[in-house]
Nanobody, 126 residues
């Protein structure tokens, strides 16, 4: 049974930092391509960052230079370090695994893109 659990969200002032954690179970973590998505009220699901099984990473332009994705295979955990937070970073953040490559669009979770999703953790920047 695959399970993804996000934590680390909260409320922070603009310019502050948060670190999100995604704890995974039920699959071979270090063989998986994984990602962080977010969705703000009224907006579509937005890709934030991905980390692949080969260690390669991707960042959306809106977070490049401020966010850092990483993973600890021994702990089956993925992280998103978020620095210099802005009000526009306010959203519900999801972690996802099991890349399927389907067409993105609409709200989170996007089951056609990733097979497994967490329940989300709220980040509010004021």
């Amino acid at each position: 049974h695959v399970q993804l659990v996000e934590s680390g969200g909260g409320s922070v002032q603009a310019g502050g930092s948060l670190r999100l954690t995604c704890t995974a179970s039920g699959f071979t973590f270090d063989d998986s391509d994984m990602g962080w998505y977010r969705q703000a009220p009224g907006d579509e699901c937005e890709l934030v960052s991905t980390i692949n099984s080969d260690g390669s990473t991707y960042y959306a332009d809106s977070v490049k230079g401020r966010f850092t994705i990483s993973q600890d295979n021994a702990k089956s955990t993925m992280y998103l370090q978020m620095n210099s937070l802005k009000s526009e970073d306010t959203a519900l953040y999801y972690c996802a695994s099991g890349f399927r490559g389907g067409e993105a669009g609409g709200g989170c979770p996007m089951w056609g893109v990733y097979s497994y999703w967490g329940q989300g953790t709220q980040v509010t920047v004021s």
